[in-house]
């Protein structure tokens, strides 16, 4: 049974209650021409090189801000498996590559369309799709559902994770292309980290800034649980294979 509401996911908390305090300041102050992305003229004629730290800092589409929120509050079981210190550290890590990805490929885009493809759409979409990467290979689902198609040609199966990845779809479709490029970066960069193919992913922030933004205590009782069972894994090598995957979805693999 999952647990309800943000009991020990506090870094989802923290970064919800950001993401919509940005948007809508962002919104209200009329400053949402400041966070989108274009080779021309801001990279190359202005030179506007911070806005590849701030283009995933805000959403400026309503439709977006709804459906990002909705599939983090789904995503905050990952931080109950992973602990908030390795959740934050694969957002920040999946952030920063995401950030300069993202601008090099609608770089080529431009390039190769002779400019016609110039604007990447603003917000964390990215980091998202690279979390989503996470809680498709880690979270398993809880059950699982037949459709069956009209005129008896076949069944459709899904699972309660159906609701996040038609989330996702529609976070996707928002901004054509852009958004599509900036999920499906976000969903590699993510399966990447998670792989260990690119450098230092086993880098992990300070406890230090975990304990500040509130996560260190509030999933102590999940760390305990995870240290227990690499304890008696590592003990005895015994246990049927289901005991393992669910050792493996707490290691991240």
Sequence with gaps: MQTPGFLSTPLIRTFLFALLTSSLLASLLAVKSLFHLQIVPHLLQQHQLHRLLTFQSVYTNSGELLFS????????????????????????YTGAVTSLLCPAILLLGWWLTAGRWNYLPPGPTPVIFALLAQYHAAVPGIYKF???????VGEVGGSDKL????????????????????????????????????????????????????????AREFEVLRRRLRGEVGAERQGGPIVWRVLDQFRGR
């Design 69 to 92: 929120t909705l599939l983090l509050y789904q995503l905050r079981l990952l931080e109950r498996i992973f602990g908030s210190r390795k959740f934050l550290s694969c957002i920040l």
């Design 163 to 218: 609701y996040a990845y038609l989330l996702a779809l529609q976070l996707a479709a928002c901004q054509l292309p852009g958004s599509a490029v900036a999920a499906s970066v976000g969903w590699l960069v993510g399966y990447a980290w998670r792989l260990e193919m690119l450098p230092r992913t086993r880098w992990r922030v300070g406890r230090g800034v975990v304990a500040m933004l509130g996560g260190e205590g509030e």
């Design 146 to 152: 037949s459709i069956l198609l009209p005129g008896g």
